[in-house]
């Protein structure tokens, strides 16, 4: 459920049921759309966290390397 100011709940309540569907449809993808987009944007955070959490405990992407590169061998 959606929580909508009365004005539209009316619309809604008056629209016919294909246009409902319609609406519906479009709706889910714009929703699902905008979730996708809000995750990405949440672990690109995230990523950013650790990132400066690494940067504060010292470890620099040289060093990143260097441990990658001596775990290879």
């Known amino acids: 459920m959606l929580e909508v100011n009365d ?4 619309a ?9 569907t319609q609406i519906g449809k ?3 993808l714009v929703l699902t759309d905008s979730l996708n987009k809000s995750k990405e944007a949440n672990f ?3 990523l950013q966290e650790a990132r400066n959490e690494a940067a504060r405990n010292g470890l620099t992407e040289e060093i990143l390397e260097e ?3 001596s775990s290879d061998n």
């Open 7 to 10: 004005q539209t709940a009316k």
């Open 67 to 69: 441990l990658l590169l």
């Open 44 to 46: 690109e955070l995230l």
């Open 26 to 28: 479009n709706l889910e």
């Open 12 to 20: 809604w309540r008056n629209t016919s049921a294909k246009l409902r």
